[in-house]
């Protein structure tokens, strides 16, 4: 599929999280949109995920993503956060309420005062997203740190195999090898890429 400003992924700053794409067909238990681990993404849940990104996108007057790429765009957020997860429990890390507040700080200092919270709407992350997202960042920045690019990829990728992702036939196939290492770029947070332009 065509990847969309956020099909892969804007749960982060850095360029972690390698080309994962829902393409093709694959399993997945009844009434679910994705089995991550053995945990449920309900088709309620990713239905209610596309209707709030589309609110927030239309909040700030953003381009709407259309209905199918949306539904694939929430889906991949959805179960790559849950592996993501999976790697701070694997790797003892640990995000505090202190520490999301912190990053928060930061980054309103990087985008020269704008509001987090109107740059992540443009992407289509609503208010009570956005401590998730800077949650995300901050395993993904201690992931680095301790481990390096490669390092960090790699293990991100022996997560995400490990936990048998299926996802139901109608939103495709969790596809591990198509550009499995390719590094994502995400200019809509990345100090000096757009940061402060959520049209970016």
């Known amino acids: 599929m065509s990847r969309t400003s956020r099909s892969v992924p804007t749960l982060a700053l850095a360029a972690l999280l390698a080309g994962f794409a829902l393409t093709g067909c694959g ?3 009844a009434g679910a949109a994705a089995v991550v681990g053995g945990d449920r993404i309900d088709i309620s849940t990713l239905n209610s995920r596309v209707e709030k990104a589309a609110d927030a996108r239309e909040s700030v007057g953003a381009a709407a993503v259309p209905g ?13 956060t849950k592996v993501l ?6 790797e003892g890390i640990v995000v505090s309420a202190t520490d999301i507040a912190v990053e928060k700080r930061k980054l309103l200092a990087q985008t020269g005062g704008q509001p987090i919270e109107a740059i ?8 009570s997203g956005v401590d998730s997202a800077v949650r995300t960042q901050t395993i993904i920045n201690r992931l680095l740190a301790k481990h390096g690019e490669a390092r960090a990829n790699a293990i991100y990728i022996e997560t995400a195999e490990s936990l048998n992702i299926t996802v139901n036939p109608r939103y495709g196939k969790w596809d591990l090898a198509e550009d499995a ?11 000096g890429k757009g940061a402060a332009d959520p049209s970016v």
């Open 85 to 90: 997860d999976e790697v701070a429990r694997r």
């Open 120 to 127: 992540l709407a443009g992407r289509g992350v609503p208010a």
């Open 68 to 80: 199918v790429e949306a539904s694939q765009e929430e889906l991949t957020l959805l179960v790559q």
């Open 181 to 191: 290492l390719a590094p994502v770029d995400y200019a809509w947070l990345t100090p």
């Open 27 to 29: 399993d997945s238990k």
